[in-house]
């Protein structure tokens, strides 16, 4: 299973329709940060799911969720975009919450700066960064995970 994630499109949006048509994702998620922009996206590709949280610049009267857990291929992913965990100063809270649910894959925005790592205990943590420039890229393969970051 492919699956994209994106964050902090703010009105960037060539990045994503090339990044999606290139890969040919099963999923996308959008971290947040103009949701619109995911939702504008998902509009012209209508069977590929898209999963979005809203970012500190999507409005507090959003009703979706400022945190989601999902899981996909049996692994279990905790994906928000990182304001409320505060990962301008650290990631502490939010490694914390994800390994507090059992998470595989932590994602999260905010900060732009993309980061793509495994943990000693086995969490992978991404940040994509902002999409005008960078995306991530996961994919689930018979239980075994791989992250990698792209330049869009």
């Known amino acids: ?36 922009d995911a939702e504008e996206v998902a509009e012209h590709y209508p069977r590929l799911p898209f999963c979005l949280v809203p970012g500190n610049c999507d409005g507090w009267g959003v009703a979706v969720p400022v945190k989601k857990q999902i899981t996909l291929e049996g692994k279990s992913i905790l994906l928000s975009h990182g304001h409320r965990w505060g990962v301008k100063s650290g990631y502490d809270a939010a490694i914390t919450d994800a390994r507090a649910v059992g998470a595989d894959i932590l994602l999260f925005g905010h900060t732009h700066v993309p980061l793509c790592r495994q943990l000693e205990d086995g969490l992978w943590m991404m940040n994509p960064g902002p999409a005008r420039s960078s995306y991530g890229l996961i994919e689930i393969e018979n239980g075994e995970i791989s992250c990698t970051l792209h330049q869009t």
């Not at 949006?13 to 949701?35: C, E, F, K, N, T």
């Open 1 to 36: 299973m492919k699956i994209l994630v994106f964050s902090d499109s703010h009105r960037s949006l060539s990045g994503m329709y090339a990044a999606i048509d290139l890969h040919r994702p099963q999923q996308v998620i959008h971290l947040g940060d103009m949701m619109d």
